[in-house]
């Protein structure tokens, strides 16, 4: 089944510029998995949500990369709820993706759609000596650059990412890393991208996240990441309460973002954003 429509929106920019595209396809049901991923592949997007009605306003939900299918995905998520709105209206939806529910909300804000979703319960492990090593390796980082506030973790919310803190904002702007081998190490371990942070303050934190195991170098707004490091933090007490934080994220790449993630003091993550339409096509 190919009957769907194609549209391509730009997720979490900051006022009218910047964000990370996405493409999402919308269909009365989803088509098979080969499908999806040669639309993917031709999109040429970090990300494709493929989306059809379930019941009421359930929305089943998958995603995938030029490369693979991806567990979740959170700026296809945004990206997917704010077309959903100008479809189907402002209000709450339900997503069922492949990790589960994740419920998102559609609303208007200052003369555009807006979106925000709640990730499934997150979780994080520490990472393991060998795995930091390596990582720091293909980096080109040392472990005296590093904020040792926020130790090296590996966090869920939907994906797994490595999260990693620069100490000082010039060691975040200076990115090269070896791309195969971050591939085959990534892969190894289940990671989807790696969160590399520099927190300016309590709730100002800039990140940039390579994505190689989906065939791209740098991401410039990952709702999944996001969501992950908000969880990881909560739950390893790296924070005061309930928090708000705002991820500025593909400055260094010319894609400004924003991303708003409130971590409540139980439960998921939510992370918003808005979505802004890049072109449209059937």
């Not at 040429?44 to 009605?53: D, I, K, N």
């Not at 700026?75 to 709450?92: C, K, Q």
């Not at 390893?236 to 924003?258: C, F, H, K, N, T």
Request: one cysteine or more; proline letters at 5%; glycine letters at 12%.
């Amino acid at each position: 089944m190919t009957d769907g429509r194609l549209y391509r929106l730009a997720a979490f920019p900051v006022g009218d510029q910047g964000g990370n595209p996405a493409g999402v396809w919308i269909g009365a049901s989803l088509p098979d998995p080969a499908y999806m991923q040669r639309i993917a592949n031709e999109v040429g997007y970090s990300e494709t949500a493929f989306v059809a009605p379930e019941s009421g306003d359930v929305r089943t939900i998958r995603y995938f990369s030029p490369r693979a299918e991806v567990s979740f995905c959170g700026h296809a998520t945004i990206a997917a709820a704010v077309a959903i709105g100008h479809r189907d209206g402002a209000g709450r939806y339900r997503f069922s993706s492949l990790v589960g529910d994740v419920d998102v909300e559609v609303g208007e804000q200052s003369g555009r759609f807006v979106a925000s979703l709640t990730s499934v319960e997150p979780r994080h492990e520490p990472a393991s000596v060998a795995l930091i090593k390596e990582a720091l390796a293909l980096l080109g980082w040392r472990q005296e650059e590093l904020d040792p506030s926020i130790p090296i973790a590996k966090a869920y919310a939907g994906a797994w990412h490595l999260v990693i803190a620069a100490g000082s904002e010039g060691r975040l702007a200076n990115l090269d890393y070896a791309f195969d081998a971050m591939t085959t190490l990534m892969l190894r371990e289940n990671l989807t991208t790696l969160q590399l942070v520099w927190r300016e303050r309590a709730d100002l934190i800039h990140s940039r996240n390579p994505f190689p195991v989906g065939g791209v170098v740098e991401d410039p707004a990952t709702g999944a990441a996001a969501a992950a490091l908000g969880g990881y933090l909560r739950d390893a007490g790296l924070l005061q309460g309930e928090a708000r934080l705002e991820i500025r994220q593909g400055e260094v790449m010319g894609r400004p973002s924003l991303l708003v993630v409130d971590v409540p003091a139980s439960g998921g993550i939510k992370v918003s954003g808005a979505a802004i339409d890049i072109r449209q096509g059937s």
